[in-house]
């Protein structure tokens, strides 16, 4: 059974930087694309970034390109979402993902497996 566990969220100021970890299991981790969503109660998930299997092609919505950051580190089975200069507009909850094959997409239908979870809250 695939198990994706975030962390690393948290309250902070307009300005400041955070790291979000994902750590995964239950399947071979290097062979499959990983996502980041976000998502408030009542608005539908909106894609932040995403990775290829390889690490070796990304994609980023244009409301965090120049801020944030994807990377993972296969041997450790983990996806990393670095986001600097955060804004009150980044608050909410984001998700990773794990995606259904080697390729990451913008779309949240690609994906067959969600963590939970972590809060991020920006305040101004």
């Known amino acids: 059974q695939v198990q994706l566990v975030e962390s690393g969220g948290g309250l902070v100021q307009a300005g400041d930087s955070l790291r979000l970890s994902c750590a995964a299991s239950?399947?071979?981790?290097?062979?499959?694309?990983m996502g980041w969503f976000r998502q408030v109660p009542g608005k539908e998930r909106e894609f932040v970034a995403a990775?290829?299997?390889?690490?070796?092609?990304?994609h980023y919505a244009d409301s965090v390109k120049g801020r944030f950051t994807i990377s993972r580190d296969n041997a450790k089975n983990t996806v990393y979402l670095q986001m600097n200069s955060l804004k009150p507009e980044d608050t909410d909850v984001y998700y990773c993902?794990?995606?259904?094959?080697?390729?990451?997409?913008?779309?949240?239908?690609?994906?067959?497996?969600w963590g939970q979870g972590t809060q991020v809250t920006v305040s101004s």
């Open positions: 239950g399947r071979t981790f290097s062979s499959y694309g």
């Open positions: 990775m290829n299997w390889s690490g070796g092609s990304t």
């Open positions: 993902a794990l995606s259904r094959g080697r390729v990451a997409t913008m779309n949240p239908r690609d994906y067959d497996y």
